[in-house]
């Protein structure tokens, strides 16, 4: 380009609101404009000439981000979008949306990429605070609360997880947040499922095989280990391995090699491993049926799910996001649950956990006839609400100063206070919102 007119592209670029910078094909930023020195911290004579791993956290840059990926993609893919961490000059950590695409790329493999950067921060934390969702996980509760903000810190940093809970909690999509949220969210996600394959299948299934290596092996395949290169595998039900796979499995997360079946090559992989399980892993370690180093290499993070009974206040939150999901994919007009059905799933303790109260809403449904679901389209192994012993409190009776002694007494226990005050579970609820009590 002529010096003219890359002089006149600079001053254009300078006067933007929006940060932007350019790096070449080392990675070394070669143009910072004057809103990315605002942004960042970082000052343009302190950062022109090095990495641009230097506006990020290291953990960040794995050789294999969104922008080392576009200095090796075909200029034909267009620009590439994503969302990273970024760290500016005082250490400060923010969040920030990236569009990223090549300017030129010329014979000799000279490479130019243009980056722009919005910071979304408090865009994000906003919509944190109006909202009850992250990543398609429904939460209020502190327990869940605790949980997002697990995920948001755990999500950058390529280690190990293991994410434990009961059946139903939600395990699956814990382990896609965490995907989404770090480093390779742009590259694959790769789910399975342990306790579906036979021993034989599923060592085929994780590290593919070589022909001939078994009967039926008619071609070479690549498992899933080596589809998942650059990104992340989540590995559901990890509890159920075999022991010679969980061998092979130890010698993928020290080593980050794997070798076919029916074949004595070493392959490397890079990729992020993700484990999940019902199970009590520590009680398998002690009857021998898991490999105690094993589970130590997987347990490095490990990331407990709450079970439904344990945030029931979430209750009324997941059941009216189940049905507005449901109405919408089958076009049924249903507005809302009445209070004495959602009084009877609060009432309930869901051992089949967040699954089995969305399979309940899905029954509520389908059964429903108008458009408020009501007790009785409610599936039948729900029971009715226990008969309560002795008067009502009338309403005006349930005063500030009760309701805080009673929640006291119960250690917060929103349904054991609502029995004690004899009164609905639900009218608690919104007497508690009336009063502020804990919002």
Not at 19 to 31: C, L, R, S
Not at 214 to 219: D, S
Not at 280 to 297: A, H, N, S
Not at 393 to 400: A, D, E, G, P
């Amino acid at each position: 380009m002529p010096q003219k007119s890359s002089e006149y592209l600079n001053k254009a670029i300078d006067v933007l609101n929006e940060a932007v910078f350019v790096y070449d094909e080392n990675m070394q930023i070669k143009y910072f404009n004057s809103a990315a020195e605002k942004i960042t911290g970082h000052r343009k004579e302190d950062v022109i000439g090095k990495k641009c791993v230097t506006l990020f956290d290291k953990s960040v840059c794995l050789n294999n981000c969104a922008l080392c990926q576009t200095v090796k993609n075909d200029p034909s893919q267009g620009m590439v979008r994503f969302q990273s961490p970024f760290i500016r000059k005082d250490g400060t950590k923010r969040m920030g949306e990236f569009q990223a695409g090549l300017l030129k790329r010329e014979k000799n493999g000279a490479v130019e990429v243009l980056v722009s950067l919005t910071d979304t921060t408090e865009m994000i934390h906003l919509k944190e605070k109006l909202s009850f969702s992250f990543r398609n996980i429904i939460g209020k509760n502190h327990l869940m609360q605790e949980l997002f903000r697990t995920i948001r810190n755990i999500a950058e940093f390529d280690t190990t997880v293991l994410i434990q809970g009961e059946s139903g909690t939600g395990k699956e999509l814990v382990a896609k947040a965490i995907h989404f949220e770090s480093p390779r969210a742009g590259q694959k996600l790769i789910t399975i499922n342990c306790s579906a394959f036979s021993e034989g299948l599923l060592e085929s299934e994780l590290f593919g095989h070589a022909k001939g290596a078994f009967t039926g092996a008619f071609k070479d395949r690549i498992g899933r280990f080596e589809e998942a290169d650059g990104g992340t595998i989540f590995l559901d039900e990890v509890g159920d391995l075999p022991a010679k796979v969980q061998v092979k499995l130890l010698r993928v997360i020290q080593e980050k090699e794997i070798q076919r079946v029916g074949e004595n090559v070493t392959r490397k992989v890079n990729i992020r491993i993700l484990a999940a399980t019902h199970r009590d892993l520590l009680k398998e370690v002690r009857e021998r049926r898991f490999r105690e180093d094993l589970y130590y290499r997987l347990n490095v993070i490990p990331v407990q799910l709450p079970p439904l009974r344990m945030r029931k206040d979430d209750i009324t939150h997941l059941a009216r996001y189940f049905i507005k999901t449901w109405t919408e994919a089958n076009k049924k007009s249903i507005d809302k649950i009445s209070n004495s059905a959602l009084g009877k799933l609060m009432d309930y303790d869901w051992p089949g956990n967040v699954r089995e109260l969305e399979n309940a809403i899905e029954h509520a449904c389908v059964k429903c006839s108008r458009k408020t679901i009501e007790e009785k389209d409610l599936p039948i192994f729900i029971p009715k609400s226990p008969q309560k012993n002795g008067k009502r409190w009338k309403r005006n009776r349930v005063s500030r100063e009760l309701i805080l002694q009673t929640l006291a007494e119960t250690g917060n226990n929103q349904t054991h206070a609502a029995r004690l005050l004899n009164i609905h579970r639900i009218t608690l609820w919104r007497k508690m919102q009336a009063f502020k009590i804990g919002v």
